[in-house]
């Protein structure tokens, strides 16, 4: 069980921290056409998005890499995430892209299970 924890702890880090740094640099116009969220929010929201999306993503990474480290890197990176995939939800059920909603719920339940573990 141990080994499946750091397999989903690794496949959040690829989707959040990857996939958020492309998000983060990639143009506006080119992430409108790609999702269509990023039209109902301003610029600089869908970069902050995407910032904490990085930023958490290397957090679920860390406690891998700094096993002594006193700060729990995998709590705080976890919660901010789980909150930015509610959020993701609730935009989804608001602007009516349901089919976007199972993939935020399948996230947001590998971020609970390797943040929250049994």
């Known amino acids: 069980m141990i080994y499946l924890g750091i397999a989903v702890q690794i496949l959040l880090f690829l989707v959040f921290a990857v996939g958020g740094s492309i ?7 080119v992430l409108a056409k790609r999702m269509r969220w990023v039209s109902y929010f301003s610029p600089k929201i869908v970069r902050s998005i995407a910032l904490v999306e990085v930023i958490c993503g290397v957090g679920i990474l860390l406690p891998l ?6 700060f729990s890197f995998l709590f705080y990176s976890g919660c901010l995430l789980m ?14 892209d349901y ?3 199972i993939g935020n ?3 947001l339940g ?9």
């Open 99 to 101: 089919r976007q909603i």
């Open 23 to 29: 998000r983060l640099f990639q143009p506006i116009v």
């Open 105 to 107: 719920l399948a996230l």
């Open 65 to 70: 890499i700094l096993t002594d480290s006193s």
């Open 110 to 118: 590998m971020i609970y299970f390797v943040t929250f573990p049994v």
């Open 83 to 96: 909150a930015t995939m509610v959020g993701a939800v609730i935009t989804h059920l608001v602007i009516g």
